[in-house]
């Protein structure tokens, strides 16, 4: 059994008094974020990803050494967390699992089924997730039927790519299922197929035939497929998903009971709109999605086609502006002056008015 986590407060402590034979690896995304908040350098990023994906104690140290050169305090950082828990070149082949992430877990919560679930009174959630784990299986065994191979789709798209680079490596016959891989004319790896082990360690840790083991199962013309763990067997996906999660009846034909009904806990109206989704932090958030502040953002302007500024600072707006300006002022000085010419021929008209009539209206 293997656990994984995001190095929670209490877990390790709890996993290691529980399943004290069983390996507990960290997440490595979680691992790196706390990370970069004391290292923001993208080469020693890589360096570390590098190191974690090494599948052979050999390519670590390398890795690591390179890290120690470039940074000592990131190669200290890193040393102190062992590297059973994230790096492939330590972990265990028995479990047939080289994964680094708990993408399944965070698929599993970012399901739409459990996102509107959340917010729902607990009884309700727990029904909901019931439901959802219900068709889950349902929807799995239905599927193992439509396989067209012995082991699944997606273990043959893997088996095809590996295929495709076997051809470029020179097999070696050492005696019984032993064989040496070579590359223009060098020695690589050795293939054990008995043990169904390759020294890349790539096919012990997750039980498909890595391009090394192919080349060597072609050099006796056989299938591949043969080599392949039995955890990936269509036989053995039937019997994981053979169990039948049963329906319940409505709860008004529930046993009756002389104990006291459950009550919900007093609920208090927090302040403001409850949250549904969790704040994610810097290093979850894509490059692309995050909102650039006015200093770093590359204006263009829509008035000269210049960037650097905005039409709002535009000298060519300005300096339109300014004639528009002068020419508003001389049409309002002319409108005036007009103005003032009417009233004044009014005036007179009703001046001529009044000596001839008496009256001006």
């Not at 191979?149 to 495709?164: L, T």
């Amino acid at each position: 059994m293997t656990f994984m986590s995001d190095k929670q407060k209490g877990l390790v402590e709890a996993i290691g008094e529980l399943w004290e034979h069983c390996e507990h690896r960290f997440c490595v995304r979680h691992m790196y974020a706390n990370f970069k908040k004391k290292f923001k350098n993208d080469i020693i990023r890589n360096k570390v990803w590098q190191a974690a994906r090494s599948s052979k104690v050999e390519d670590f140290v390398e890795v690591m050494e390179q890290i120690r050169r470039i940074d000592e305090r990131a190669w200290h950082w890193l040393t102190e967390k062992p590297a059973t828990q994230w790096s492939r070149s330590h972990f265990r082949t028995y479990p047939k699992c080289d994964m680094l992430l708990n993408n399944l877990c965070e698929g599993f919560n970012g399901d739409r089924t459990i996102i509107a679930a959340r917010s729902m009174p607990i009884y309700t959630m727990l029904e909901m997730i019931r439901v959802k784990i219900i068709n889950r299986r349902a929807s799995k065994r239905l599927e193992c039927e439509t396989w067209f191979s012995e082991i699944g789709p997606r273990i043959v798209e893997i088996m095809e790519v590996n295929a495709r680079g076997s051809g470029d490596f020179d097999v070696c016959w050492g005696g019984d299922s032993s064989y040496e891989i070579f590359k223009h004319r060098q020695p690589i790896t050795t293939v054990d197929l008995t043990s169904m082990t390759c020294s890349c360690r790539r096919w012990d840790l997750i039980g498909i035939p890595c391009m090394h083991a192919i080349s060597a199962i072609y050099s006796i013309y056989e299938d591949p497929v043969k080599y392949v763990d039995g955890g990936y067997a269509k036989t053995t996906q039937r019997r994981i998903w053979k169990d039948v999660i049963h329906g319940i009846k409505n709860e008004r034909y529930w046993t009756k009971t002389n104990q006291p009904p459950l009550l919900p806990p007093k609920q208090v109206k927090q302040i403001r709109r409850p949250k549904k989704l969790r704040i994610k932090p810097a290093s979850e958030i894509p490059a692309d999605a995050r909102k650039f502040t006015r200093g770093h953002r590359k204006y263009t302007c829509t008035k000269c086609k210049k960037q650097g500024h905005s039409f709002r600072t535009c000298e060519k707006r300005a300096n339109l502006a300014v004639k528009i300006r002068k020419k508003h002022n001389l049409f309002y000085q002319k409108k005036k002056k007009k103005d003032k010419h009417n009233l004044r021929i009014n005036w007179n008209i009703c001046y001529l008015k009044n000596l001839g009539e008496g009256s001006c209206s």
